[in-house]
């Protein structure tokens, strides 16, 4: 059975820094483009960064890494505004099977001004 379980969502000040964590299970992870994305209320999905493998890239003030040997993927967020608040959602593609499609359950993240 796949889950992916998002964690590390709250509630935080403009300006502040939360680091979200998604741990992946029944999946061969490395096989997977994990990513992570975004839901505001009465807008869609967007997405916010992919990762194709071990290690991080830097996509403005959003940091995605992931971490093969553990199955996870994290999502560094600093210098957060209002407009970050958001349903965060972890997501695994694989590269070939267009079916493999996961989502995680979603977590929260609220930035008070």
């Known amino acids: 059975q796949v889950q992916l379980v998002e964690s590390g969502g709250g509630l935080v000040q403009s300006g502040g820094s939360l680091r979200l964590s998604c741990a992946a299970e029944?999946?061969?992870?490395?096989?997977?483009?994990m990513g992570w994305y975004r839901q505001a209320p009465g807008e869609q999905r967007s997405l916010i960064a992919d990762?194709?493998s071990s290690g991080a890239s830097v996509k403005g003030r959003f940091t995605i890494s992931r971490d093969d040997a553990k199955n996870m993927v994290y999502l560094q967020m600093s210098d957060l505004k209002s407009d970050d608040t958001a349903v965060y959602y972890c997501?695994?593609?694989?590269?070939?099977?267009?079916?493999?499609?996961?989502w995680g359950q979603g977590t929260q993240v609220t930035v008070s001004s």
């Open positions: 029944g999946i061969t992870f490395s096989a997977y483009v």
């Open positions: 997501n695994a593609k694989h590269f070939f099977l267009r079916n493999r499609d996961y």
């Open positions: 990762i194709r």
